[in-house]
């Protein structure tokens, strides 16, 4: 009973510590922070939360589709919308009809940790998947999270994908970086000082890299492939724009709980 009260105290002390540092969860990050370490590895990972660094970073997790997605320092943290890619691109897999690949060949660029890669793994194992990142440190870590299920490729966006992808990919995803570049110096401080820039800006308009990727994708499309491309709201009609003027049939799929928005792309099957 006294252990019981001495670790309800610990825990209280680090709401009050958390909430002085302007945390809105701080029950709930107060729990998990206790519940991570003790003695002086927990007062560095507390302090570590106060001075501004990422929950997830602290921990050296973050909550994904229901997994627990290993992040380190520096690198971008998978959000909790990011979960409608991949609930999607689960139902594309699902919906294919007879004649379907065994091995569906699934492909996600600007992967970071493969948190995507790894909760469509979890749900669909029997998948031929292939990753891609610009960041050393995220595909490091997407590597050691993946192991021998996927590969992970370090490139920017198509480059480095093997030519044996070419017109085979069932479902291409993207959460590529779609900040404008004028807005990220009014996010958050937890983003925009403690993750990598490569994975936050996006260009003028914040579709560099949707541009980019609408104007390849359907080389890399097998018939009947779909790319998923997470956007924000404000941002989908003109991603769509850019999905369609590639060749590509469109819908958006919102989801306003998570506050999320994935354009699909689809390119069209062969008849005969």
Same mark, same amino acid.
């Given at each position: 009973?006294?252990?019981?009260?001495?670790?309800?105290?610990?825990?209280?002390?680090?709401?009050?510590?958390?909430?002085?540092?302007g945390c809105v969860f701080a029950e709930d990050e107060a729990r998990l922070l206790v519940e991570a370490a003790t003695g002086s590895e927990r007062e560095a990972m507390v302090r570590r939360r106060v001075a501004g660094e990422p929950l997830e970073q602290v921990l050296g997790w973050a909550s994904f589709d229901g997994l627990r997605v290993p992040v380190v320092p520096g690198v971008f943290v998978p959000r909790r919308r990011t979960e409608l890619l991949v609930d999607v691109a689960d139902a594309l897999?699902?919906?294919?009809?007879?004649?379907?690949?065994?091995?569906?060949?699934?492909?996600?660029?600007?992967?970071?940790?493969?948190?995507?890669?790894?909760?469509?793994?979890?749900?669909?194992?029997?998948?031929?998947?292939?990753?891609?990142?610009?960041?050393?440190?995220?595909?490091?870590?997407?590597?050691?999270?993946?192991?021998?299920?996927?590969?992970?490729?370090?490139?920017?966006?198509?480059?480095?994908?093997?030519?044996?992808?070419?017109?085979?990919?069932?479902? #291409?995803?993207?959460?590529?970086?779609?900040?404008?570049?004028?807005?990220?110096? $009014?996010?958050?401080?937890?983003?925009?000082?403690? %993750?990598?820039?490569?994975?936050?800006?996006?260009?003028?308009?914040?579709?560099?890299?949707?541009?980019?990727?609408?104007?390849?994708?359907?080389?890399?499309?097998?018939?009947?492939?779909? #790319?998923?491309?997470?956007?924000?709201?404000?941002?989908?009609?003109? $991603? %769509?724009?850019?999905?369609?003027?590639?060749?590509?049939? $469109?819908?958006?799929?919102?989801?306003?709980?998570?506050?999320?928005?994935?354009?699909?792309?689809?390119?069209?099957?062969?008849?005969?």
């Open positions: 009973m006294v252990e019981q009260r001495a670790g309800q105290g610990d825990e209280q002390h680090v709401v009050e510590r958390l909430r002085a540092a897999l699902r919906a294919a009809g007879p004649g379907a690949p065994v091995r569906p060949v699934v492909v996600e660029l600007c992967c970071g940790v493969a948190a995507v890669s790894a909760a469509l793994l979890h749900r669909r194992p029997a998948l031929d998947l292939v990753a891609a990142d610009l960041d050393p440190a995220a595909v490091g870590r997407a590597r050691r999270t993946l192991g021998d299920r996927a590969s992970v490729l370090e490139g920017d966006l198509f480059r480095p994908l093997p030519p044996r992808l070419l017109g085979r990919v069932d479902v #291409l995803v993207a959460n590529a970086p779609y900040v404008p570049t004028s807005a990220i110096a $009014t996010m958050p401080p937890e983003a925009r000082l403690h %993750e990598s820039v490569l994975a936050l800006d996006g260009g003028a308009d914040g579709l560099d890299l949707h541009r980019r990727i609408a104007g390849e994708a359907r080389a890399w499309l097998a018939p009947g492939g779909s #790319l998923l491309v997470e956007t924000s709201e404000a941002q989908a009609d003109a $991603t %769509e724009a850019l999905l369609a003027a590639a060749g590509l049939a $469109t819908r958006v799929h919102r989801d306003d709980d998570r506050d999320a928005t994935v354009v699909v792309g689809r390119a069209e099957a062969r008849v005969g």
